[in-house]
């Protein structure tokens, strides 16, 4: 398949694929005499583990480092449960983030209310 092709079959765009190609998202293409990649059918379907891993809420790295767990066979979900409860902890802190830059604008909106807005006195 060439570039073109995975990038639509996979839902990317073809500087996705290259990106993760330089990344090690995907092994190094195959390279025709007129330099064009050629990739297999596989190619699509490691596209589309690779971006749901991230939707889950793994970074690029760690997307990388559990693809090659994943590739080197010993990849199981007890092996691999660690990756999904890091994800949990930091969405809970982000969560927890949010809630105190929440509550403290929302403090700000009834100082302001109440005629007594710090930002601009």
């Keep these: 398949m060439k570039i073109g092709e995975v990038a639509r079959e996979a839902g990317v765009s073809v500087d996705t694929v290259r990106f993760y190609e330089r990344r ?5 293409a195959e390279r025709r005499p007129s330099g064009y990649r050629i990739f297999d059918a596989a190619t699509v ?3 589309r583990m690779a971006k ?3 939707e889950l809420g793994l970074t690029l790295d760690e997307v990388v480092d559990a693809l ?3 590739d080197a ?3 199981t979900c007890d092996s691999e449960r660690w990756r999904l409860e890091a994800v949990v902890e930091r969405i809970d802190a982000k969560m927890a983030e949010l809630a105190r830059a929440r509550r403290a604008a929302l403090q700000s909106l009834q100082d302001c209310h109440a005629g007594r807005c710090r930002f601009l006195s």
């Design 68 to 70: 090659a767990a994943h």
């Design 45 to 47: 379907e490691r596209i």
């Design 73 to 75: 066979g010993g990849a």
């Design 52 to 54: 749901g891993l991230q």
């Design 24 to 28: 090690g998202v995907l092994p190094a």
